[in-house]
Structure formats: structure tokens, C-alpha cells
């Protein structure tokens, strides 16, 4: 996964708003003079032009060269992703675009928020609300893709994972799945001196996976009801499925689809088949690094763009570089929705 340096970024891509402007039209996220609407005034064709800031340094702007008009238009109007606009349709965003593309590539780096804040003096707020807007482009990237088609080669496999921490000598509050058999109340009071708390239970996270796609869905249970749309959604009619012997997965072969199941009691690769899960099982490790031990959790309305994120990534892993596929992504976002 490669990304540009700072030394590339800064010198290239935001060394002023100006170029920072060429730049995104370039990659197409902006519209240019010509493809731009005319002046809603007198129709004239609007000419790019600049304009001095406040502090000295100057912008792009789109003015109306009709003699008498000089009407005036944001570069970024147009844009669902740079044009932040309030409950009055109005850009109030506050930053420039150099600002708004640095906070972009902080987010594809990964940085965290706190070193975010250091080196760019936006506050907490303000890089947190564009952390999820950048989520929110994964999360529409990951809608666009059609369902998955497996084959004997390269088959979907399915899993389900717990996010949830673990127990560490003992101590802690007692996972729902942990509980004593004898206590059938699940919310009683446990009488150990060695737990504290009431016993918790941790979200479960229901898993597709067929080469670098990986899709990735927070539910509250792993019932049929539950896995089975989920399923049929996101997988073409005729593919092979690898899974593990869950209850919820043994209707597969009766709708359409080739099942091959392993069991893990006694391999991790079934001998006559050839199914495992192998590639998922990894899937999850690299996922709870990153969201359970880096991220130290996230809240569970945030959960499922974190996941769309890390899919996304990981679909992306190919790309020569992770931020310029990032802007491409934005790019069909803009032109989608």
C-alpha cells in the first residue's frame, strides 16, 4: 500500500490554493471554466480568476466578465464533498481547499486524531466531522460494487466475528458468551472477586470475502434470519461459498448456490473438498488490530463506516497510490450522488 510523501504532497499537490485548485480539476473533483454553469444572472461564461485573501494569499474564483455583473461563484460550488455546506445550503465549512485535501491525506495515512490536530491546528471537531465524510465515500464506494461471484478457484467465504476485547487474567467484566451455565438471568450479579461489572456482550460482525473484495456487515445477531439476506444480496446465484458449519449457513446448497463446508474440530481445511476459511480468519485479525488495539474501540454507530473503511482499504490495497485512488473515489461519489 503505497502513498506519496509529505515532501511530494506539500510540493505538488497544496503549495498554494491556486495550484491546489489546477490540481483538483486535473483529477476532475472540481469543474473548470468550461464545464462550469454559466452566471445564473446573464448567462454569461464564467472565467477563472483570482482573488486576494484576508491574509494575503490569493484563491481561484469563477467570475462573470459580462461589464455591470462581476458575479462572483465558489470553485468548489457544485461539489458534494468540498462544497460542506450547513442546514442553509450554505458553504460554511471555514477551510480552504489546500486544508480540506491535507485532512484527506491524513485520513488515507491513518494518522490519529490527537496527531492530526498537531499538525494541522484544526480542532477535534473539525477532523473528526471530515474523518467521517471520508468514511462516508468508502461507504458509497462499497454500495457501487456489484454482488460477488465465486468459483472453484477463487470461492466467497463467509465468517462471523465478535469485536470485543478480551479478558486479561481473569479480571474484567465477563463476556455474555463466558456466563456459568448455573446462572440462567444473564443480568444477575456475579459473585467473584475476580470480575466486576455486569457481563457484556460484544458486537458481532458477519464477513464476505472473495480475493482483495471483503465486505464487511455490523449485525446485532448471527441468526438465519439475519445472514441470509445478507448473503443472497451480496452473492450472484451459482457461486461457490466456503463457511464454516454454522446452523444459519446449511440452507445454502436448496437456494442456488454451491456450499462447501469445513469443520474446524477437526481441521482447519476439510480433506475431501478442500473448503477452510483461512483468508477471512485473517481478514479478522488485521480488522480487531486495527479497531480493537489501535483505535481502542469504536462507538457502534461508527462501527460499520470504520468497517466500510477497512474494506475499502483493503480493496484498494493494489493501488500504486492509496491517496490518488482515494480522490478517484470521490470523484465517482461527486459524479453518483
Request: hydrophobic share 35%; proline share 3%.
Amino acid at each position: 500500500m503505497a502513498v506519496m510523501t509529505f515532501r511530494e504532497f506539500y510540493t505538488t499537490v497544496v503549495p498554494n490554493e491556486i495550484e491546489c485548485h489546477r490540481f483538483l480539476v486535473a483529477k476532475g473533483l472540481l469543474k473548470s471554466a468550461e464545464d462550469n454553469d454559466p452566471c445564473h444572472k446573464c448567462g454569461t461564461e464564467m472565467q477563472v480568476k483570482r482573488r486576494k485573501c484576508r491574509n494575503g494569499e490569493w484563491k481561484s474564483i469563477f467570475r462573470c466578465p459580462k461589464k455591470g455583473c462581476q458575479t462572483t461563484r465558489s470553485p468548489r460550488a457544485g461539489s458534494s464533498f468540498f462544497h460542506f455546506t450547513d442546514l442553509n445550503q450554505r458553504c460554511n465549512s471555514g477551510l480552504t481547499l489546500c486544508q480540506i485535501v491535507e485532512l484527506v491525506f491524513m485520513f488515507v495515512l491513518e494518522l490519529p486524531t490527537q496527531m492530526v490536530m498537531d499538525r494541522t491546528g484544526r480542532s477535534n471537531e473539525c477532523v473528526t466531522d471530515w474523518f467521517n465524510m471520508c468514511r462516508e465515500v468508502c461507504t458509497a464506494i462499497l454500495k457501487t460494487k456489484g454482488k460477488m461471484v465465486g468459483n472453484v478457484q477463487n470461492p466467497i467465504q463467509i465468517d462471523e466475528a465478535r469485536f470485543a476485547g478480551r479478558r486479561k487474567y481473569n479480571r474484567g467484566r465477563l463476556l455474555a458468551g463466558d456466563a456459568p451455565s448455573a446462572l440462567t438471568d444473564i443480568n444477575s450479579e456475579v459473585i467473584n472477586n475476580r470480575n466486576h461489572g455486569a457481563r457484556v456482550d460484544g458486537p458481532w460482525v458477519f464477513g464476505l470475502k472473495n480475493g482483495n473484495d471483503c465486505r464487511y456487515f455490523y449485525v446485532h445477531r448471527r441468526y438465519r434470519e439475519t445472514l441470509l439476506p445478507i448473503i443472497e444480496r451480496e452473492c450472484e446465484a451459482g457461486s461457490e461459498i466456503h463457511s464454516d458449519e454454522w446452523a444459519a449457513y446449511r440452507c445454502r446448497t436448496s437456494r442456488g448456490f454451491v456450499h462447501k463446508t469445513v469443520n474446524h474440530q477437526i481441521s482447519y481445511v476439510d480433506a475431501n473438498t478442500g473448503a477452510h476459511t483461512q483468508n477471512i480468519e485473517r481478514s479478522w485479525l488485521d480488522a480487531k488490530i486495527k479497531l480493537l488495539k489501535k483505535m481502542r474501540g469504536v462507538p457502534l454507530n461508527h462501527l460499520q463506516s470504520h468497517l466500510d473503511h477497512y474494506c475499502g482499504r483493503l480493496y484498494r490495497q493494489d493501488s500504486p497510490d492509496l491517496f490518488l485512488a482515494m480522490l478517484e473515489d470521490i470523484q465517482i461519489v461527486n459524479n453518483r450522488f
